[in-house]
């Protein structure tokens, strides 16, 4: 129970790779906020499996993007849990399309969720570890910021804006015990992937060396690594939960 008396902030807590970070942080003994957008059902439901597990969770509801709404909902989350010690940036989107026809709306969606949320997040969430002199912020960016991938400019724009965001904040932020880390899954089963057609599925299925996709609770180990002790000097860096098909 190496996280006991910690309080962790999840965002895009509700379902996916989210709500299996909320799992593997509550299992290490962290009290977990489980933010979402709009999806409330989903969000309480990840509450009651972490409750059914022994574990402490509560929900808050704000859109990363909206910098204003972020604030208010720390705010809350310092008021109601009296500490935060975890930021887990996981919120994320995606929408597709080819560079020449891409919507300027998709486009700015997926930067300012993806990208601005986690500055929103990142900002908000460390002005309480800075005075506690002690924080851990995990970023959730992807294979795509490294390989890139056609029909995914914005995405692959703001992921790869987020490894420069975490190294950036992680020298920034070491003087005051201040750690932040970025995990870059491949392809996980959520609802994210869930809609690609078979054809594409299997097109990614061959160049995943392991020749499966990866599971919600394979990027979460990756983050209770790098919130735990043992990650202790470990700040700046990117794990790779690929099943090998990109290898930085
Ligand atoms: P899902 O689509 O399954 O879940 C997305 C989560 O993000 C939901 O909890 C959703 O909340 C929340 N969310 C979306 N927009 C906002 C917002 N504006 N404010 C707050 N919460 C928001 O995604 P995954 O679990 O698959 O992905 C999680 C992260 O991992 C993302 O950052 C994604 O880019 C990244 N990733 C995923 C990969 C994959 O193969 N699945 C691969 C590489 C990276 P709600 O339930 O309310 O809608």
Excluded at 13 to 40: H, K, P
Aim: with cysteine; hydrophobic share 45%; proline share 2%.
């Amino acid at each position: 129970m190496s996280l006991a008396g910690k309080v962790a902030v999840v965002t895009g807590g509700s379902r996916g790779i989210g709500r299996a970070v909320c799992l593997r942080l509550a299992e290490m003994g962290a009290r977990v906020v489980v933010n979402y957008v709009s999806r409330s059902e989903a969000a309480e439901e990840t509450v009651e499996l972490v409750k059914a597990a022994g574990g402490t969770a509560l929900v808050a509801k704000f859109d990363v993007a909206d910098s204003a709404g972020v604030q208010e909902g720390f705010k809350k989350i310092l008021a109601d849990c009296g500490r935060l010690d975890i930021l887990v940036s996981n919120a994320g989107i995606t929408r597709d399309g080819l560079l020449a026809t891409m919507k300027e709306d998709d486009w700015d969606q997926v930067i300012n969720t993806n990208l601005k949320g986690s500055f929103n997040c990142i900002k908000a969430a460390c002005r309480p570890m800075m005075k506690n002199r002690w924080g851990r912020i995990i970023a959730i960016t992807s294979v795509i910021a490294f390989a890139g991938n056609a029909g995914q400019v914005n995405y692959a724009a703001a992921k790869a804006g987020l490894v420069g965001l975490i190294r950036s904040a992680a020298r920034e932020l070491a003087s005051r015990g201040i750690t932040v880390n970025g995990v870059a899954p491949g392809y996980i089963d959520t609802d994210m992937t869930s809609e690609l057609p078979d054809t594409v599925r299997d097109a990614i299925l061959k160049g995943i060396p392991l020749g499966v996709l990866g599971e919600a609770r394979d990027v979460a180990g990756a983050v209770g690594y790098l919130a735990g002790d043992d990650a202790r000097y470990v700040t700046g860096q990117v794990l790779h939960v690929n099943g090998g098909m990109f290898m930085g």
